[in-house]
T-cell receptor, first 111, second 113 residues
Framework: AQSVAQPEDQVNVAEGNPLTVKCTYSVSGNPYLFWYVQYPNRGLQFLLKYITGDNLVKGSYGFEAEFNKSQTSFHLKKPSALVSDSALYFCAVRDINDMRFGAGTRLTVKP | SQTIHQWPATLVQPVGSPLSLECTVEGTSNPNLYWYRQAAGRGLQLLFYSVGIGQISSEVPQNLSASRPQDRQFILSSKKLLLSDSGFYLC????????????FGSGTRLTVV
């Protein structure tokens, strides 16, 4: 079965610094990988996805993710963090009829 | 364009009372529909999913049930709420079997008192 893991419950960065939120995956076949963001008391919002093609995927709000097949990783990155990026981030992998989500990583960007 | 509506946004219900949360999707046909629960602002627990009218799959045995009376309508119900049913409930839809992502509703904060 497809699965993803987010090894960090919490990531803290200073505003203006680069940020990385980690995700590793386990799939049989081609991985269809996603990142979502959730702000307090809101639904999840789509950030980006990897289906095929370039390993570096660009998404919303200046985020990007790097697909690394050898390391089975799909880390979310942003060159310069904003305080408004503080939120809960979910990595996910698409299965046939559903999507498997990681446990989530809470990102806090401090001014 | 496709949109998803979920209501109510917040709900406070006494223990033992019934529950009905509704989710509707516009702008698409025959979507896959999902109910998730999120406890303590963390991970998502898939409760039910549906690939068509009247077709419901339950992931976790519990005090809740789901129904899909129309193609784009998904309802989460309970006959008698428990304190442990408190949480943030999210509805989502996707296009069948494919590589597309999910689109989520804005969620319902349920507090059972």
């Amino acid at each position: 079965a497809q699965s993803v893991a987010q090894p960090e419950d919490q990531v803290n960065v200073a505003e203006g610094n680069p940020l990385t939120v980690k995700c590793t995956y386990s799939v049989s076949g081609n991985p269809y990988l996603f990142w979502y963001v959730q702000y307090p008391n809101r639904g999840l919002q789509f950030l980006l996805k990897y289906i095929t093609g370039d390993n570096l995927v660009k998404g919303s709000y200046g985020f990007e993710a790097e697909f690394n097949k050898s390391q089975t990783s799909f880390h979310l990155k942003k060159p310069s963090a904003l305080v408004s990026d503080s939120a809960l981030y979910f990595c996910a992998v698409r299965d046939i009829n559903d999507m498997r989500f990681g446990a989530g990583t809470r990102l806090t960007v401090k001014p | 364009s496709q949109t998803i509506h979920q209501w109510p946004a917040t709900l406070v219900q006494p223990v033992g009372s019934p529950l009905s949360l509704e989710c509707t999707v516009e702008g698409t046909s025959n979507p896959n529909l999902y109910w998730y629960r999120q406890a303590a602002g963390r991970g998502l627990q898939l409760l039910f999913y549906s690939v068509g009218i009247g077709q419901i799959s339950s992931e976790v045995p519990q005090n809740l049930s789901a129904s899909r009376p129309q193609d784009r309508q998904f309802i989460l119900s309970s006959k008698k709420l428990l304190l442990s049913d408190s949480g943030f409930y999210l509805c989502a839809w996707s296009v069948g079997q494919g590589t597309g992502g999910y689109t989520f509703g804005s969620g319902t904060r349920l507090t059972v008192v």
